[in-house]
Each structure stands twice: as structure tokens, then as C-alpha cells.
């Protein structure tokens, strides 16, 4: 595939997981077109990211709702596959505002594949999560699972994913696949772009190293009496630059596979760990101390969830190369780099 001149509409690619896959393609030869309006994002970044990419970085400041808008951009810089990003993604603020949910990550899709219909654009690398597996019944969690939701914001990715779906039986051309990720840490090893969420944290990681900095007063874990091996929920923390590389993997399946319009594909470790695992790998990891304590459950958690992500070997050719450890200490080093610029705490 000569990718020199493939540009890549990335939807929310200012955000955490956009910005690293924005590095990732750049490095594979695409060329990466951002579509954010910085709700989520600190305009900054587009900085950081010429700085890590030594190229200049295309971006257009604007929502996914803006139909006519998505085909202008779409035009001018000719397109040729799309990765969206662009959804609000917290469990805990998904089940005190669902309106907010459903118009963002429902309306901004619609908006989006009106807009690749329209200009002929037919290839889609879609983010989707876990969450859609609702309570698993089976762990290590395969694409087999029967879905579900627990949440507002589970509830929009699993329409999300029906939409698609659906669309493609409509749509002949269209290829997509949704990756169904699982709990993205670390950050880049320039330390230049990571997890920076404005206001408070509601992810483990960038609450636990802001904590560490003496950025917040301290960290309240979500319960300790689950029914896991010490009573904290598990996850399978996947490295964002692990992530972000399938992405890529995902495009270049897209375009050189010609049997299936649609696959549905887990990207995660394989590995469950939980709450306390990460803060006490992290405190000795990173050689700091940590103020924390046991508060209450959160509204829409699950107990424990991790991946089998055999069929993202099988399909993508991506296995995740980097550890816990190694996104430990990459968001470490990112939160100390940026302790004096978190913004609107």
C-alpha cells in the first residue's frame, strides 16, 4: 500500500488515544488530518505533536455534528479513511447525564457516516470498548461474548456498534473495524503527550500520578469489596502506544482484506490487574509515595474484565509489546513534565 499520500481523517485526534495514533500513523507514512473541537483536548498539543513528528500537523477545529462541514474537510484534503475517536467516555458522569451521551457519541457518528456516504470515503477504523461486554460471564473476554451494557455510555458504544452494523449491510463498499479496547495508560516516551483530562481525573492512572505530584489531596479507590483476589476491581491496562499501533494495523487490514465488511476485534493485554496491584506497582515502580484511600463503590463499574486478544494477532498482526511497568513510568514522566501546566483543576 502506498500510504505517502493517504490522508486520514482522525475524529478527537487531540485527545489521549488520538494524539498517539495521530505519532503512529505519521510514522507508518499516513498522513493524519485532526478533527477535535477541544473539549476534552488542550490546544497545545498540536505543538507537542509537531515536535515529536518533526512534520506539520493538519487540523481543523470543529464537532463531528457539522455535517457539511465533515464533507468540506473531507474534499479538501481527499480523504481516504476515517478513525473516530471523537465520544465522550466516563462510566461514572454517563449514568448522572446520559443526554449528554446519547447526543455526542450517537449524533456525531450519524453525522460522520453521512458525511463518508456523501463523498465516497468506505473505510472506517472505529473505537469502541470493553464496556460492551456489560457483566462477562466468561473471563479472559473473547469477541464471542454475548453484549451488554452497564452504563449510559457502554449503552451508546453497543448502538454505536449495532449502527455500523447495519450500515454496512446498506452500504456495499463500506469496510470497517471496531476495535473494542480495553483500559488505555502510559504515555509517550518523549513525555511530550499523555493523558492530561481536564478537570478531575475520572481514570486510575492520571489520578494516581497527579496525586503523586501533589496535584490532588489524594486518590479514593472505588471499592475493596469486590469479588477479586484482593476486593479491587481488575482491568487490562493496555500501553497507549501499544494501542495506538493498532489503529494502524486496523487501516492496513482494511485495505488489504477483501472477505469481510465488518470485524469486530479486542484490543488488551490478555492480563487482569487490579486497583491496588497498580497503585503498589506504581509506588515502587516509580520509587514515590502515594496518599490514598477505600471510599465507596462507583455506579456503572464491573468487578473484573480482561481481554483475549488472540483474534488481534490473528486478524491485525498486533500483539501488545509494552508492560504495566512501562506505562507506569511513561505517566510518571509525563505528569512530571507537565506537573506546571495542568490546567482548570
Known sequence: MDKLKKHILVTGGAGYIGSHTVVALTEAGFQPVILDDFRNAHPDVIDRLEEITQTQILCERSSCHDTDLLESIIEKYNIWGVIHFAADKAVGESVENPLKYFDNNLGGLISLLKAMKSKGVHRLVFSSSCTVYGLPKTIPVTENEEVSYNSPYGFTKLINEQMLEQ??????????????????????????????????????????????????????????????????????????VDLAEAHVKALEFIDSDKSASLEVINIGTGNGTSVKEMIDTFVSTCDTSLNWRIGPRRSGDVPAIYADAALAKEKLNWEAKLTVKDALRSAWNYQQKRVQKTSEL
Open 167 to 240: 450500515f454496512v449491510q446498506a452500504e456495499e463498499q463500506f469496510k470497517t473495524v471496531l476495535l473494542r479496547y480495553f483500559n488505555p495508560v502510559g504515555a509517550h516516551a518523549s513525555g511530550l503527550i499523555g493523558e492530561e483530562p481536564r478537570g478531575v481525573p475520572t481514570n486510575l492512572l492520571p489520578f494516581i500520578t497527579q496525586t503523586a505530584a501533589g496535584i490532588r489531596k489524594e486518590l479514593v479507590v472505588h471499592g475493596d469489596d469486590y469479588e477479586t483476589s484482593d476486593g479491587t476491581c481488575i482491568r487490562d491496562y493496555i500501553h497507549v
